[in-house]
């Protein structure tokens, strides 16, 4: 089956240490995104990757890094200078240009991450 | 002033009722509008789009006012499996990335 997976599923780390979630999609999607989803907030935009080797950032990328190497790989690592990291991290792909036009990102299940 | 606004309940309603979720957004150019749907601690899921007509996808209803810039979605008799948080997301900006409302939590009792 296609889809989009993020490990691990939980988290924990302890302050001062970078941590990195990973991001595979086998659904030959061009674009990648990143998302932060804390409780009660919507979903904001770390990085997205429209193309392999290419990559923007999005409202709060700060503390935060991605690479796009691979087109079915889209890891993001969260690092110390991350001031407020605990929270669910969801990554999201789409057929490309074409997702804020058709509205539809198919999202992975999401990895959370507590700082102790 | 945020984006995209929601209120985030929670909407309290029994089975069979009708409830509606309106949302606001602050452009006025923003180009495209859509539901999603998240259960507790999952992924997000798109609902439906919101065309300008309106349109209807089975027990849901999703409308555009472009004058005073919301989006509503109606949900007719309502069921135990409704129960969920409902994600209001627009292009703001032509060409640029969704934005997210905080979501309205829905909880349908029986």
């Known amino acids: 089956d296609g889809g989009i997976t993020q490990s691990p599923k939980y988290l924990f780390r302890k302050e001062g240490q970078n941590v990195t979630l990973s991001c595979e999609q086998n659904?030959?999607?061009?674009?990648m995104y990143w998302y932060r989803q804390d409780p009660g907030q919507g979903l904001r935009l770390i990085y997205y990757s429209q193309i392999v080797n290419d990559f923007q950032k999005g409202d709060i990328a700060e503390g935060y890094s991605v690479s796009r190497e691979k087109k079915e790989s889209f890891p993001l690592t969260v690092t110390s200078a991350q001031k407020n990291p605990t929270a669910f991290y969801l990554c999201?792909?789409?057929?490309?240009?074409?997702?804020?036009?058709?509205?539809?990102?198919?999202f992975g299940e999401g990895s959370r991450l507590t700082v102790l | 002033r945020k984006e995209v606004e929601q209120d985030p309940g929670p909407f309290n309603v029994p089975e069979g009722a009708t409830v509606a979720f309106n949302c606001t957004y602050s452009?006025?150019?923003?180009?495209?509008f859509f539901w999603y749907r998240q259960d507790c601690r999952k992924e997000p899921k798109l609902l439906m789009s919101v065309y300008s007509s309106g349109n209807e996808d089975g027990r849901f209803t999703a409308q555009l006012n472009r004058a005073s810039q919301y989006i509503s979605l109606l949900i007719r008799d309502s069921k135990l499996s409704d129960s969920a948080t409902y994600l209001c997301?627009?292009?703001?900006?032509?060409?640029?990335?969704?934005?997210f409302g905080g979501g309205t939590r829905l909880m349908v009792k029986p």
């Open positions: 659904l030959n999607h061009d674009a």
């Open positions: 997301v627009v292009n703001i900006y032509a060409g640029n990335m969704l934005t």
């Open positions: 999201a792909s789409s057929r490309g240009a074409g997702a804020p036009k058709t509205g539809e990102l198919f």
């Open positions: 452009n006025s150019a923003s180009q495209s």
